[in-house]
């Protein structure tokens, strides 16, 4: 009898377990494709806008691989990337997400400004071509609504190549889960 109902509680719910529900649309969705349609890069010497496209894997219940690409087209030209890993303290699968996670910022921009020169000890007009690398943090909120999303993500961080500067970057996407 003893063994019977052992077998009964491991198969069961006891009072004090919850259970977890998911909606039954969005199981097995866990990609998201978006645009993102407003991009504001305050890194580096220049701030610049532009626009940009993102992929996003869940990979389980809380965490996701997000590899964003920006296309700077305001105040300077360029392209940048921020390969991040996700976390979902609330979980992915619903209406309303918000995540944290760190990022690897990399870019190359030409960008035309006054710049401070060593050798001369005077800021010069100049026309550069770099390329940047940082770690920042990743926070963005997802909301959906069926299976598209609206999603604002900012970074912030620090550039440790070619030199040190502040990273500050916001984006506004919108996207399709599937």
């Known amino acids: 009898m003893t063994l019977l109902l052992g077998l009964t509680k491991t198969k069961g719910f006891s009072n004090n377990e919850k259970q977890i529900k998911i909606d039954s649309t969005q199981k097995g969705k866990n990609k998201i494709i978006s645009i993102l349609p ?38 300077k030209f360029g392209l940048s990337t921020s390969p991040t890993l996700k976390f979902y303290p609330f979980g992915f699968n619903k209406n309303v997400c918000w995540s944290i996670g760190p990022g690897l910022r990399l870019s190359r921009v030409i960008e035309s400004g006054y710049f401070y020169d060593e050798n001369s000890g005077k800021a010069i007009f100049k026309t550069l071509k770099r390329n940047y690398a940082g770690l920042e943090v990743h926070n963005g909120l997802n909301v959906f609504v069926d299976n598209f999303s609206l999603a604002i993500a900012t970074s912030s961080g620090i550039t440790f190549l070619p030199h040190s500067d502040y990273i500050r970057f916001v984006s506004l996407g919108i996207g399709y889960r599937f």
């Open 38 to 75: 407003l991009v504001y890069d305050g890194v580096y010497n220049n701030p610049g806008g532009g626009i940009g496209a993102s992929f996003e894997r869940q990979n389980n219940k809380k965490l996701s691989f997000y590899l964003p690409l920006h296309f700077f087209i305001y105040d």
